[in-house]
């Protein structure tokens, strides 16, 4: 069965850092652009960051752009996404996507 776990979303202040974990089974990334989208409410879905199957280009989008670094371990099966200065409009839930497979979100809220 194919699945992507997202993991490590949750409630933080203003500044901090969180780490987000995609952790893939039933396929393997090493193929496959990774992808972190997120979308507040109210709002379309995003994409955040991207990197490439071999991990050697990273794109982001230019609100975050600075603050938030993708990463993967094809051995591990595994993609992260590091954010550092979080600010209240990062407040979303965080998809992880890999070709047509999404996994069911995780919420990151920031919030004094």
């Known amino acids: 069965q194919v699945q992507l776990v997202e993991s490590g979303g949750g409630l933080v202040q203003p500044g901090d850092s969180l780490r987000l974990s995609c952790a893939a089974s039933?396929?393997?990334?090493?193929?496959?652009?990774m992808n972190w989208y997120r979308q507040a409410p109210g709002k379309e879905r995003e994409l955040v960051a991207s990197?490439?199957?071999?991990?050697?280009?990273?794109n982001y989008a230019d609100s975050v752009k600075g603050r938030f670094t993708i990463s993967r371990d094809n051995a591990k099966n595994m993609a992260y996404l590091e954010m550092d200065a979080l600010k209240p409009e990062d407040t979303a839930i965080y998809y992880c996507?890999?070709?047509?497979?999404w996994g069911q979100g995780t919420q990151v809220t920031v919030s004094s």
């Open positions: 039933g396929f393997t990334i090493s193929i496959h652009i």
């Open positions: 996507n890999a070709f047509q497979f």
């Open positions: 990197i490439t199957s071999g991990g050697s280009i990273r």
